[in-house]
Nanobody, 120 residues
Framework: QVQLVESGGGLVQAGGSLRLSCAAS????????MGWYRQAPGKTRDLVAT???????NYADSLKGRFTISRDNAKNTVYLQMNSLKPEDTAVYYC??????????????WGQGTQVTVSS
């Protein structure tokens, strides 16, 4: 099974920054897309940002310029740098990866989620 370990969430004041990390298990040899989604209470889980193995990125329009996604393919890790945080960024943030190899693990996986709370 694929394990995704998320870290970096917490409580921060408005205007502050946080960096989330998500490391996938070492048994994976190839990951296509890696990304972050978030879900606020009573709302749907929405796209934050994704990144392909080649470095192409896709962001939610409202987050462009404040959030930056990056990844370390050698470590099977994806990061999310969040700057100028606002109270409306408060949500549970979920890591998502699409495994290509090995074929026995091919599929899409979610992390357990990490809470981000931004106080006003």
């Amino acid at each position: 099974q694929v394990q995704l370990v998320e870290s970096g969430g917490g409580l921060v004041q408005a205007g502050g920054s946080l960096r989330l990390s998500c490391a996938a298990s070492n048994s994976i040899s190839s990951i296509t897309n890696m990304g972050w989604y978030r879900q606020a209470p009573g709302k749907t889980r929405d796209l934050v940002a994704t990144m392909t193995s080649g470095g192409n990125t896709n962001y939610a329009d409202s987050l462009k310029g404040r959030f930056t996604i990056s990844r370390d393919n050698a470590k099977n890790t994806v990061y999310l740098q969040m700057n100028s945080l606002k109270p409306e960024d408060t949500a549970v943030y979920y890591c998502n990866v699409e495994v290509r190899l090995p074929l026995t693990l091919k599929g899409r996986y979610w992390g357990q989620g990490t809470q981000v709370t931004v106080s006003s």
